[in-house]
């Protein structure tokens, strides 16, 4: 078994682990990136499917995504508007499809009142927590002892509105249930985003596509990587002193010894590696506490995107349909329509239970609810099932239970010996995405390179 040496290893080829070791490597240190699978991007995956290019995981920038964007234009990527001409669809409780234009979904005008109430409540909360540190909130505790879907039904009696206001947390972000997780987490996910109302505004917060797919990010940064990222390589084991790694990989054949580790996957996956000696009891504990929610997102291509020559624009949503949102996903340049569609929490949990014919037939159905029965045919259609996939098991991303995020949310920052923890799953701006994994990643790196250069002795060499 090869035992290599490096000042730094990373494990996990995703947008954090790559642009840790970018900057690592930028501060003059060596470093190795394992990657389990045999592909790097982690939940970063552009693919053809049946001929078709789908956006298996991640694919959307918002404008205040201000560390990704900075890096689409240091890796000369281009970025195009997600199309958005035209009238939007919303289906109510009492199943009727209505059209609008604007922002404010069609409903009674009480529930319209309630709604833009609850929008401006959760404005003004969100304003007062730090992304980066949700417990520090003098209402913290408070705030994380309480179901998101208590809380709204203590502040109001409209359902309609309850379901709404959930949707965007819930159904559209966390993709858990409202009553599994608390109000300060839902809080945290709005302030990650700079306001609750930047999530309730599709056109903010899924502005613009990378030309091309957003896995080029992950691609192009391994790129500069060369040979320093080995695919195929799932860590087992890591042993550690206060100042030393030794990272086994089974499946690589391979050892990696180094001065400092940064362990880049998804909280649920840090609990896979083995750890000699063990972590410390409160990070076992927390780890119990995160957990992946769960979606489905569902793609459809047509010959044309149908729904444009109706006057739609293709964004829909419904807190009473199987697919809750939908989106034009048309792939910048080409003339057949895309659409995208996303099945959440407890209604994928529904569909799981249904073999492959009859769950595309009723993802199928709700998206004809929405946009007619051309929906019905489309000619290639894919389901991207992250849950499925042993090197994440779940999507969007991770959060905490009730009360785990004020009990544990903190020792995410920190290192345990030479060990640190980090991926789009730590709180802090851009949390659940890509944006948030590149800031993560260039924490992490900043304070390798910070520790290591207090302890280079001169015949170490690194960083000089
Ligand atoms: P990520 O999970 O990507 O990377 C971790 C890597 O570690 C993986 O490659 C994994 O294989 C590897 N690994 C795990 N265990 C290992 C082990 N023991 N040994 C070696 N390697 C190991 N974001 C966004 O900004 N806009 C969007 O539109 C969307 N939409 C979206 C849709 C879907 C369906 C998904 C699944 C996700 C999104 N996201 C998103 C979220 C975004 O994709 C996500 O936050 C980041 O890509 C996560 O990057 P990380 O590098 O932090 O983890």
């Excluded at 078709?52 to 990527?77: F, K, M, N, R």
């Excluded at 940064?262 to 995160?290: C, F, G, T, W």
């Excluded at 329509?337 to 569909?351: P, R």
């Amino acid at each position: 078994m090869p035992d290599l040496s490096r000042d730094v290893v990373i494990v996990g080829a995703g947008v954090t682990g790559l642009t840790a070791a970018r900057r690592l490597r930028r501060a003059g240190l060596s470093v190795l990136v394992l990657e389990a699978r045999d592909r790097v991007g982690g939940r970063l995956w552009t693919n053809s499917i049946d001929g078709q290019l789908y956006e298996i995981g991640g694919q959307w920038v918002s404008p205040d995504q201000t560390a990704l964007i900075e890096t689409l234009d240091e890796l000369g990527l281009d970025t195009y508007s997600r199309y958005r001409e035209g009238e939007s669809v919303y289906i109510g409780a009492d199943g009727v499809t209505h059209r609008y234009v604007g922002a404010t979904f069609p409903a009674s005008e009480s529930t319209q009142q309630e709604f833009d109430r609850l929008v401006a409540l959760m404005d003004e909360l969100t304003a007062e927590v730090d992304p980066a540190s949700p417990w520090e909130h003098p209402n913290a505790a408070e705030y994380d002892r309480i179901s998101f879907r208590q809380w709204l039904s203590e502040q109001t009696d409209d359902e309609e509105t309850i379901e709404n206001i959930a949707l965007f947390i819930a159904d559209a972000m966390l993709t858990k249930p409202a009553h599994s997780f608390s109000l300060l987490q839902a809080l945290l996910m709005a302030a990650s985003a700079g306001s609750f109302s930047h999530l309730v505004d599709a056109d903010f917060i899924l502005d613009k596509r990378v030309v091309g797919g957003l896995q080029q990010v992950p691609l192009r940064l391994a790129a500069e990587l060369d040979d320093d990222v080995v695919l195929g390589a799932a860590v087992d084991t890591i042993e550690w002193t206060d100042d030393s790694v030794r990272i086994v990989s089974s499946s690589a054949q391979l050892t990696v010894t180094a001065r400092a580790a940064i362990v880049a996957v998804a909280p649920n996956l840090q609990a896979v590696i083995a750890y000699e000696p063990p972590l410390p009891r409160l990070r076992h504990q927390a780890l119990q506490h995160q957990s992946l929610g769960l979606v489905i997102k569902v793609h459809a291509t047509y010959p044309t995107p149908f729904w444009r020559s109706d006057g739609l624009s293709g964004t829909a949503f419904s807190p009473y349909q199987l697919v809750h949102e939908v989106y034009d996903n048309t792939n910048h340049g080409e003339t057949q329509g895309t659409l995208v569609g996303f099945v959440s929490d407890e209604k994928a949990d529904g569909v799981f239970s249904l073999d492959a014919d009859e769950r595309k037939a009723e993802v199928l159905a709700s998206l004809a609810a929405y946009l007619g029965p051309q929906a019905l045919e489309p000619t290639v259609y894919y389901e991207s099932d992250w849950a499925a996939e042993e090197w994440t098991r779940g999507a969007y991303a991770s959060s905490f239970d009730l009360g785990g995020l004020t009990r544990y949310g903190a020792l995410q920052l920190e290192p345990v010996g030479p060990i640190r923890f980090g991926s789009s799953d730590v709180a802090g701006h851009g949390y659940q995405h890509v944006d948030g994994g590149i800031r993560v990643g260039w924490r992490l790196a900043d304070e390798i390179i910070d520790d290591l250069q207090q302890h280079t002795t001169p015949h170490q060499g690194a960083l000089t």
